[in-house]
Nanobody, 125 residues
């Protein structure tokens, strides 16, 4: 089993920044992909960013490209999401997720096997 715990959520003004952290335990080194997803009430889960082990290839949703950066520190079993130039539309519950297998579509939520409890991000205008 892989356990994921997110932190770093909170409130920010438009144009501000937040950094989310996800610490993993268990079979972390068996995970090919780690991803960040977000969900607002009444909306589907949206893939925000994902990072692959080893080469650390990344993928981003078009809506966050140039503003968000995902990184991975294997020594600390931690994945980060640096969020800059925040917009009110970024307001959502953010979830960290892990996938066991290789993903052709790393931003597809249904392909992930383990999920954290989520951390709330609220951006005011």
């Amino acid at each position: 089993q892989v356990h994921l715990v997110e932190s770093g959520g909170g409130s920010a003004q438009a144009g501000g920044s937040l950094r989310l952290s996800c610490v993993a335990s268990g079979n972390f080194y068996s995970m090919y992909w780690m991803g960040w997803f977000r969900q607002s009430p009444g909306k589907e889960r949206e893939g925000v960013a994902a990072i692959r082990s080893g080469e650390s290839n990344t993928d981003y949703a078009d809506s966050v490209k140039g503003r968000f950066t995902i990184s991975r520190d294997n020594a600390k079993n931690t994945v980060y999401l640096q969020m800059n130039s925040l917009e009110p539309e970024d307001t959502a519950m953010y979830y960290c997720a892990a996938a066991r297998g290789y993903l052709i579509q790393p931003l597809r939520a249904t392909l992930y096997n383990y999920w954290g409890q989520g951390t709330q991000v609220t951006v005011s205008s």
